[in-house]
Structure formats: structure tokens, C-alpha cells
């Protein structure tokens, strides 16, 4: 039966095991069911027939199939079989051969497909003379652009020999500056000075001295609170203890509220020797001094000297001193 049908152009059904149908188009049904047979458990065909539209077929059962959400899809030895259909009560195989019966006969007019096809090519031919116009503006802008870089390094060698010949100018110049300056300093020497055009006008006061820009600011110092100084006025601050003369007020009050050293009548101040080192028979008047004084002379009646420089100290911190310094003493 399969065997008859080999060579032409066929749509076959066949059952691959459970609730599950294979469908498809072939020229060469013998090499198709081979093929099955070694990739399904079970591969058994229940309808062929001859079909002079096969492609409109194929498309027309899967999409029969997927409006019944039956169309299914398995992978087979690395390979995906799509042409599957899953069939039950409500969507059985003799609804699907029905389906190829009405259709599977019938012969589609292609002429319209072939004038479609005619126009597609047409098109296709405008695009490739498009596309040979575009290459040949490219090469045309490639060679313009070559152009404009060769002019480009043209004018940079251009511009390179003028500033080198700037920079000679300029080179030269600075010799003729040098040698033209002794000249400028006999002809700056030999110039009259000039006088100022604008000659500023000062306003004085009468009392101080002192000299202002504008009159106005001259009115404002003489009308102010605290009167200037008079530079022919003769002040004196003297303390009436001592006789001491004191350059303003301020100086005289700090000399009479002195508590620490409070103004002798004209006597002279005494010394306060508040500490006495026993060993050297020197006077402190700070206790913080004489503390100082016996940590740094433990030994302060011994005579240290330098072996190197022979220089004498008194105290053994600047003994020490000189002798860890960097610098050597010699």
C-alpha cells in the first residue's frame, strides 16, 4: 500500500503510541516510515493520500491543531518533531482526516504569488543599483577625504616654517633690544623730568599737622569728638612720688596702681633675694628659677671643661649640651 505511493507528493497520519498522532508531506514515504520506525517506539500510518497542495496542508493542520491547544512538540535523538497532534474524545483522528479530505484536493491558482514575486525581484534590482550608487558615492567621498588630508598636512608644514621663522624674529629682536638699551639709558639720563600734570591739593590741619585729600574730610577731623593733638601744646604726665614723666595717662595710672612694685618716693628699688645657691653663692628672686637652677647643677661649683676646645661651662646640662652636638666643637 505505502509502496505505491512513493515518489509523488503525499500526506500521511500515522499513530506514535499513547493519545498521540504524527502528520506530515513527503515525496519518498518509504524513506520517511524508515526513518520513524527507528526514532518513535511505534509508528503506524492509518491515512496516506496523494495531495497536490501539501504546503497549504501542513500549515492548515497545525493551525487547526493549535486553535484546539493539541498541537505538540518532542525531541527525538537531538532532533525536534513538531508535526505532533494529541488526540481525545472531542478531537479525534477521523476529524483530522476529514480535515485533509476537504482540503488535500484542491488546487491553489499561484499566479498571484508569482506576480508578487515578479514585484519582489523588481524591487530587489532597484535596491542593488540603490546600493552600487552608494558604493560609488563612498569611494568618491573616500578620495575627497584624502584630499582634504593632504592639503591638511600641507598647510601644517606651513604653519610649522612660519613659526620657526617667527621665533628667529623674534630672537633677533631681543639682540637689537639688548643692543639699543645702553642708548635708552643716555637718552632717559639726558630727559628732563617731568612735572605731574594733576597736582594733588592738600588741605592741613592747623593743629596736628596732619594732611587730608578733601575738605571735607578735613571739616570731619576738626569737628569730631576726641580733639586732635596739638603739636604746639606741651602735655606732661608726672607722677608726684617720684618725679617720673610718663608719655600719656595711661602709663602714668599702670605706674601708680602697680602692686607688684609699687612707686619708692624717689628711692631706689630693692633687690629681693628670695633663694641663694649654697654651693656657687648665686641669688633668685623666682622660686621656679632656683628649682631650675639645682636640677640642671647638681655640681654647679665644679670647672667643666672641653678636652677638644678647651672652652669652660658652668653648668653640667650645657657640658653635655656641647658635648653630644652634631656639629664638632673643633
Not at 231 to 252: D, G, H, M, Q, T
Amino acid at each position: 500500500m505505502v509502496k505505491s505511493y512513493n515518489g509523488k507528493s503525499v500526506v500521511y497520519v500515522a499513530l506514535i503510541g499513547g493519545n498521540d498522532i504524527k502528520f506530515g508531506i513527503t515525496n519518498k514515504i518509504i524513506e520517511r516510515v524508515k526513518q520513524h520506525k527507528k526514532n518513535f517506539e511505534r509508528f503506524e500510518i492509518v491515512y496516506i493520500s496523494i495531495c497536490l497542495n501539501n504546503l497549504e496542508i501542513e500549515s492548515l493542520l497545525k493551525n487547526y491543531a493549535k486553535e484546539n491547544n493539541k498541537l505538540r512538540s518532542q525531541i527525538i535523538n537531538d532532533h525536534n518533531y513538531t508535526e505532533l497532534i494529541n488526540i481525545n474524545e472531542n478531537f479525534t483522528v477521523e476529524m483530522i482526516i476529514n480535515k485533509i479530505n476537504e482540503n488535500c484536493h484542491i488546487q491553489y491558482d499561484y499566479t498571484t504569488l508569482l506576480d508578487k514575486y515578479n514585484n519582489l525581484q523588481g524591487d530587489n534590482e532597484e535596491l542593488r543599483i540603490v546600493s552600487k550608487e552608494n558604493d560609488r558615492i563612498t569611494i568618491l567621498l573616500k578620495d575627497s577625504i584624502n584630499d582634504l588630508n593632504l592639503k591638511y598636512n600641507n598647510l601644517n608644514m606651513i604653519n610649522t616654517q612660519l613659526i620657526n621663522k617667527y621665533e628667529k624674529l623674534q630672537n633677533e629682536n631681543t639682540v637689537l633690544q639688548m643692543i639699543s638699551q645702553p642708548a635708552k639709558e643716555v637718552q632717559e639720563e639726558n630727559k628732563l623730568p617731568q612735572t605731574d600734570t594733576k597736582i594733588k591739593k592738600k588741605f592741613t590741619c592747623i593743629r596736628c599737622n596732619n594732611n587730608f585729600t578733601t575738605s571735607i574730610i578735613l571739616t570731619r577731623h576738626i569737628n569730631r569728638k576726641n580733639k586732635c593733638k596739638d603739636i604746639n601744646e606741651v602735655i606732661e604726665y608726672k607722677c608726684n612720688l617720684c618725679n617720673k614723666l610718663f608719655a600719656n595717662p595711661r602709663s602714668l595710672n599702670k605706674h601708680i596702681n602697680n602692686i607688684k612694685y609699687p612707686c619708692t618716693e624717689g628711692k631706689p628699688k630693692k633687690i629681693y633675694k628670695c633663694d641663694k645657691c649654697d654651693k656657687c653663692d648665686k641669688f633668685f628672686d623666682k622660686k621656679g628659677r632656683f628649682n631650675e637652677h639645682n636640677k640642671k647643677n647638681t655640681k654647679c661649683d665644679m670647672v667643666l671643661q672641653c678636652k677638644k676646645c678647651n672652652h669652660i661651662f658652668n653648668t653640667i646640662y650645657n657640658y653635655n649640651q656641647h658635648i653630644n652636638s652634631k656639629i664638632s666643637c673643633i
